[in-house]
């Protein structure tokens, strides 16, 4: 095993636990997949919390912004949509099909929850589809080279940075983020 990919793994191990990914997948998977298998748990707990937040915030909030300097919870909400796009398009290895749509300039919340699921659904295809036979294929993110595994991997994690940001949000708020009110 080279040090690139024990650097990649222990960052995959890591994740998991950081996130609290349960046990989803089916054990059929697991065996087969080990690696792949503990991106896909991280990213069926994240999704769910990320998508749980974004409902329970009221319409009437998602202009908050805790100081003008950061983005507001619904370009948040447009941001993650964006990025799940661009990251698992790559993962994919084909061209982002919302290439040119910036979804943190939506306002409604109607509109940024359509594009979340859809990013998600997205999502969901490339997770599904991978492999660990295929994990350690390159694919290129950011002008830089990355493995398949390590773009769902950012994916998940990126993910989880934005969730902290939904915690503090819906708390300055006097909202309950759906991890500690036992919603997820």
């Known amino acids: 095993m080279t ?4 650097r990649t793994l222990t ?8 996130v609290g990914a349960p046990v989803m997948t089916s054990a059929q998977d697991k065996n087969a997949n080990p690696f792949t298998g503990v991106v896909k748990d991280a990213w069926t707990s994240m999704k769910g919390n990320i998508a749980a937040a974004a409902t329970a915030m009221p319409e009437n909030e998602y202009s908050f912004k805790p100081v003008p300097e950061v983005r507001s919870f619904g370009q948040i909400v447009g941001h993650l949509a964006n990025e799940h796009y661009g990251i698992c398009s790559a993962a994919k290895g084909e061209k982002n099909p919302k290439d040119g749509t910036d979804f943190e300039k939506t306002t409604a919340k109607a509109d940024l929850l359509k594009a979340l ?9 490339t ?3 991978a492999t660990d036979k ?6 290129e993110l950011f002008g830089s080279k990355f493995t398949k595994l390590r ?7 990126h993910d989880g940075e934005h969730y902290g940001n939904f915690v503090t949000y819906m708390r300055l708020k006097g909202h309950v ?8």
């Not at 960052?11 to 950081?18: A, E, K, P, R, V």
């Not at 983020?177 to 997820?184: F, I």
């Open 117 to 125: 699921t859809e990013s998600i659904a997205y999502c969901d295809a």
């Open 151 to 157: 773009a769902l991997e950012l994916n998940v994690t």
């Open 134 to 139: 295929t994990a350690f294929d390159p694919v």
């Open 127 to 129: 997770f599904a589809a």
């Open 3 to 6: 040090p690139k990919t024990l």
């Open 177 to 184: 983020p759906p991890t500690s009110a036992g919603t997820r």
């Open 11 to 18: 960052n995959i191990l890591l994740t998991s636990c950081l």
